[in-house]
């Protein structure tokens, strides 16, 4: 019983290093096949990417070997670094000399209101630099008062952390229920310290700066229920939270 378990262990560590060596022989072979050398570059899924400039990017690897360079992690690298609004490449390839590239964008979060327009991914990237006939999707934040220098390639990654953080606590408070928040205003350098969010109605909630904002969207909440349930009818100018532990309300 002893022997059989000993052969029977022998042989599959022959059938491993037979499989393991067959794979690399196989990969060696199709690394240096010079039917697999780039030619062609095929781009699939770009809207803010520009894909004649991915093409470019990959073809000044022309004529190397395609298998070769999809292992090529410093590839990938400079792929990602070269078009920061890319979030994810498949890359493929079609026999037998086209590189194929399946790419998945960052998603629009806000527009930076700055002349040009500036439509950014939540990390700050900037997806594109759009005109004001621009279709913007509903989900899209508005943002107003910040200087063009604080919005060129990559917005700041703390003022879209903060911009973010409020775009978080308006869903998920109740005061979104009935509600499309579309304007945030900030201060010209981007430092979060007057905030606004403007309803689509123009109704103004002044947030002021951007510490607690949980309990400052309770209390608007709370004010907000109060005046539907007293005087719904009226017609409400804004809501300021900057004083704390109160609200204030402006009809008009």
Not at 46 to 59: A, G
Not at 120 to 148: A, M, N, R, W, Y
Not at 174 to 186: D, G, S
């Amino acid at each position: 019983m002893t022997n059989f378990k000993r052969r029977r262990r022998f042989t599959l560590l022959f059938l491993f290093t037979c499989a393991i060596s067959a794979l690399t022989w196989g990969l060696t072979t199709l690394v240096h096949l010079p039917e697999l050398q780039l030619k062609k570059v095929l781009i699939l899924g770009t809207h803010y990417t520009s894909p004649d400039s991915i093409s470019e990017f990959c073809l000044q690897h022309q004529d190397k070997n395609i298998i070769g360079l999809l292992l090529n992690r410093k590839f990938r690298q400079n792929l990602y670094g070269e078009f920061p609004q890319i979030d994810e490449v498949q890359f493929g390839f079609q026999w037998p000399n086209t590189l194929t590239l399946a790419i998945t964008e960052k998603k629009p979060f806000a527009v930076f209101m700055t002349s040009p327009l500036k439509l950014c991914s939540k990390d700050g990237t900037v997806l594109q630099i759009i005109d004001s006939s621009f279709p913007v999707g509903k989900s899209c934040i508005h943002i107003f008062g910040v200087s063009e220098k604080w919005v060129q390639k990559q917005v700041p990654e703390p003022l879209m952390q903060k911009v973010a953080s409020i775009a978080d606590c308006l869903h998920k408070s109740n005061v979104t229920a009935n509600i499309v928040f579309k304007h945030v205003w900030l201060s010209p350098a981007g430092n979060m310290d007057d905030v606004v969010v403007l309803k689509e109605n123009g109704t103004a909630f002044k947030i002021g700066p951007t510490h607690d904002l949980e309990s400052k969207f309770q209390r608007l909440n709370a004010m907000l229920s109060h005046i539907k349930a007293t005087e719904p009818s009226k017609s409400i100018q804004y809501i300021d939270l900057r004083v704390p532990n109160k609200v204030i309300v402006k009809y008009g």
